[in-house]
């Protein structure tokens, strides 16, 4: 899915983008307008987004997914790599 942001200046221009996302098909459902004039955008009827939308979460949980992962990679290394090399280590002292 994708996001594309727009910065707007006035309520004004805000419906005007609303209603040309809407003359091209995009539903309500998918488009969150956030702003600081919450009143303003209900008499617009212009749909905002709430506060869990706003937090980005898609985003984030991928960032903490590959986070995760590479720590989680790094730590399997650190465990394994002792034993590795400590038999390494006594293969070539027994078999030179």
Known sequence: MKCLYYLAPTLASTRTISDD???I???DWFIHVISNDEAGLKRERIHSSN???????????????????????????????????????????ICP
């Open 51 to 93: 506060y869990i939308e706003t937090l980005d979460f898609m985003r984030t949980g991928l960032l903490g997914a590959y986070i995760g992962f590479c720590v989680g990679m790094f730590a399997a290394f650190l465990v394994m790599a002792p034993r590795y090399l400590a038999r390494t280590y006594l293969l070539s002292r």
């Open 25 to 27: 098909g995009v539903k």
């Open 21 to 23: 996302l809407h003359a």
